[in-house]
């Protein structure tokens, strides 16, 4: 569905109001203020606010965006609990960047306007995390959960319209007791299945239910891990695996099932957002959860001094997004000595009878931005790649005249200047 804008009569999206571009306290736009004085700096650059991609507007199913920061997390393998090393400030700088840039826009708000076609206030949005690693595995975090949902109020949209969901787990013990949020976890403890909804499969015929938090949204936003799982990397598409109601049955011919199911309408014709967390990035997920990611010019060590994946991936098309989370998975691979995968339903999927999207090979090159030896590099891809660095006061300084001007939402300041305090 494509956003249609000024003619009379036609669809009009939701938009921000230039309240909301301001909104803030005047209290907090104070405390901001002081900390951001002190210093002329000038018009910086800061990676990801203002990146310019190859267009402007909408972004197009080619684009993604891979941002990495050092000091995401510190995680040194000594345990199990890496929960407790990712950094939230951190997490929700990336996020906001990531949309930006993903966009084109400054702005959050104007980032989620492109993004949330025809979103109107009331509509419901189904935010599905990865949460296919049992009890103490790297499951997904709540921060990258937390980043969104509060990504998406800061948009204007009311917490009892939001619900997250993996319908075919349930929520690990830790992972409960660590959610701070006011907005609903839907697993397969509290699930309803909505049998008006359904999906044949036909490499199997077997017909299956989608969850009514899946049918009854009016957006979606897919939010994977980086991971390996068994013969074929794990990202957007096979995370749907936890969106209708029997995965075991999908594992038979899994590589057809995949592509029925992403070709659903409930799954490509909601999706208005992917999202890849690669704190940790696991190479084979179910035989080495918590295995360390070998060190390369790809991966190098980080401030933990352990070999540094710390990265977010964004992109709106599932297999522009699992291309290239298949090439980065191999290149791991590579430097164990592995076979490579050739994540044969990816080539499914972009063509016929699915045509979901634009299948890219990378090829690996020298890193201009310099926080890696190297990247990757696409040929029929709009791939976007960057660093964040640590937090200054010269980038706050920057960001708070672009705050005042009403460039950005407050809470892009606030991530910043959270960082900074925090030493990120």
Request: charge should be negative; glycine fraction near 8%; proline fraction near 5%.
């Amino acid at each position: 569905m494509t956003k249609k804008r000024c003619c009379k009569g036609e669809e009009q999206g939701y938009k921000p109001t230039p309240e909301q571009l301001l909104q803030y306290s005047r209290r907090d736009f104070l405390k901001l203020s002081a900390l951001a004085a002190g210093g002329a700096f000038g018009y910086l650059s800061l990676p990801g606010i203002g990146v310019v991609p190859s267009a402007w507007g909408a972004p197009p199913s080619d684009r993604v965006v891979r941002i990495h920061a050092g000091t995401l997390q510190d995680w040194n393998f000594s345990s199990y609990d890496f929960w407790n090393h990712v950094k939230l400030p951190v997490m929700e700088d990336l996020f906001a960047r990531g949309l930006c840039s993903l966009t084109g826009k400054t702005n959050v708000l104007n980032a989620w306007q492109d993004l949330l076609v025809g979103y109107q206030p009331g509509h419901k949005i189904a935010i599905k995390l990865n949460m296919n690693s049992y009890d103490y595995n790297c499951n997904q975090t709540c921060e990258m959960a937390y980043a969104v949902i509060e990504s998406l109020k800061v948009f204007g949209v009311a917490t009892d319209d939001m619900k997250v969901f993996d319908v075919v787990r349930r929520w690990p013990t830790y992972w409960r007791d660590r959610w701070n949020s006011d907005v609903e976890l839907i697993n397969q403890d509290n699930n309803e299945w909505d049998d008006n909804a359904t999906i044949y499969f036909p490499a199997i015929s077997t017909t299956h239910r989608f969850p009514s938090v899946l049918s009854q949204a009016d957006h979606l936003i897919n939010v994977g891990l980086q991971k390996g799982h068994k013969s074929y990397v794990t990202a957007s598409m096979k995370n749907h695996f936890g969106s209708q109601e029997d995965p075991v049955d999908l594992h038979i011919s899994r590589f057809d099932n995949i592509c029925t199911l992403a070709a659903a309408g409930h799954i490509v014709g909601k999706t208005r957002l992917i999202v890849i967390e690669g704190n940790y990035m696991t190479w084979h997920h179910e035989g080495h959860p918590f295995e360390k990611t070998h060190a390369t010019d790809l991966f190098p060590a980080g401030p933990s001094g352990h070999s540094s994946p710390n990265f977010m991936m964004f992109g709106t098309n599932m297999v522009a997004m699992d291309s290239i989370l298949g090439d980065i998975q191999n290149y791991e691979r590579a430097a164990r000595g592995e076979y490579l995968w050739p994540n044969e339903y990816i080539d499914m999927a972009a063509t016929a009878p699915y045509n979901l999207g634009p299948r890219g090979n990378g090829q690996i090159v020298s890193n201009a931005a310099g926080w890696s030896d190297v990247d990757l590099s696409y040929s029929n891809l709009d791939y976007i790649s960057f660093d964040v660095p640590e937090a200054t006061r010269a980038e706050i300084d920057a960001l708070s005249l672009r705050f005042k001007n009403g460039e950005i939402h407050g809470s892009q300041l606030q991530h910043l200047i959270q960082r900074y305090g925090d030493r990120l």
